[in-house]
């Protein structure tokens, strides 16, 4: 199988199909899977993929594709600007979806839209105030969770008639590769395009007692704060991290902080663990600054003596 893209959905079928025997091939016009994640989080998700057996080619353009009857050829310009042709019994194309609003006559009624999807304000008003659109229509966050989220504004507007608006800051996502890659608020790539300071904060996998016993060494969680030292962002790699992002969705949502996150008693052994030890690993390195040790060398130096021989 030749999969066209690296986006969420094919990466997810790339191993799935691989793990059912097939032999996969990734095509990728950018330099890494998964575009929207931080390279490092994405090439470790591929180097898992690679181990497994899919072959990816990446910086890799499409010139043509051939239906040869028994199989079909993908012609791809390589980074180095050969041209290669690749062979398969089947082409799975995702390259991105796009809503299809052709043929529902909205340009007659008034209702604006672009290949995006529908022209929306914040309350996800179209052009025509009283129509509305939420879900995959509205071309922001392809997702199902997103959708519900939105059909909860559009209710709240359109019947209730109060008024809410789409806040999207800490939408969360997951891929459910095998380890998950979940997110919620700002990766490093969205901070750096948006101009915000941050510091990453991170711990690994290898090092929590439960991912040990079940086997599981690959991944980190990343823990993004501004200059603030708020969470502006946390990205985990690692067994099930779809479900450990949860806490996080709570903590920015809430505006824990992070010291009743790393305070919080947490059952051992558990997975969920890696979230109040990254807390821990800032706060320490804050309540241990150097100014605190030279506090405390002192302290213990001058107890040290006193309670020594000479003093008895
Ligand atoms: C392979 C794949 C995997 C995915 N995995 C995930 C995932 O793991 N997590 C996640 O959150 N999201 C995932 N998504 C995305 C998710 O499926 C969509 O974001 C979600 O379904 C959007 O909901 P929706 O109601 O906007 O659109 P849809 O679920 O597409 O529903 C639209 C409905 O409208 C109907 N319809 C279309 N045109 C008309 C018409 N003219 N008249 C009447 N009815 C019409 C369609 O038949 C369909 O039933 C995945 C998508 C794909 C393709």
């Known amino acids: ?114 290949r995006k999807g529908l022209k929306l304000d914040q309350r996800l008003r179209t052009t025509q105030r009283h129509i509305y659109g939420a879900g995959d229509v509205t071309g922001t966050y392809l997702f199902t969770h997103a959708a519900g989220y939105e059909g909860g504004i559009v209710v709240s507007n359109a019947i209730f008639h109060l008024p809410r608006k789409v806040d999207y800051t800490f939408l969360p996502w997951c891929t459910y590769t095998d380890p998950e890659l979940a997110s919620v608020g700002m990766n490093e790539k969205a901070a750096q395009s948006a101009g915000v300071k941050y510091s990453v904060w991170r711990e690994e996998f290898k090092d929590n007692d439960r991912s040990l016993a079940e086997g599981e060494k690959v991944g980190k969680i990343k823990m993004l704060l501004d200059e603030k030292e708020k969470p502006i962002g946390i990205q985990i790699l690692g067994p099930r991290a779809g479900d450990l992002v949860a806490e996080w969705v709570a903590v920015v949502n809430g505006k824990v902080k992070l010291s009743t996150l790393a305070a919080a008693v947490h059952p051992y052994p558990t997975l969920g663990e890696i979230n109040k030890k990254v807390a821990g690993t800032f706060l320490s390195e804050k309540i241990f600054s150097e100014k605190v040790k030279k506090g405390l060398k002192f302290f213990f130096h001058l107890r040290g003596r006193a309670c020594g021989e000479q003093s008895l």
Do not use: Y
């Open 1 to 114: 199988m030749i999969i066209l893209g690296a986006g969420p959905i094919a990466t997810e079928m790339a191993q799935a199909f691989c793990r059912l025997g097939t032999r996969v091939s990734v095509v990728q016009r950018s330099d890494q899977i998964l575009s929207k994640e931080d390279k490092d989080l994405a090439d470790e998700v591929m180097n898992v993929l690679i181990g497994e057996g899919v072959s990816f080619h990446l910086n890799a353009s499409v010139v043509r594709t051939k239906d040869l009857g028994n199989e079909r050829e993908v012609t791809i310009k390589t980074a180095e600007g050969k041209t290669v042709n690749l062979n398969a019994e089947t082409l799975l194309v995702a390259m991105g979806r796009e809503a299809n609003l052709k043929g529902l006559g909205l340009e007659g009624i008034g209702v604006d839209f672009d």
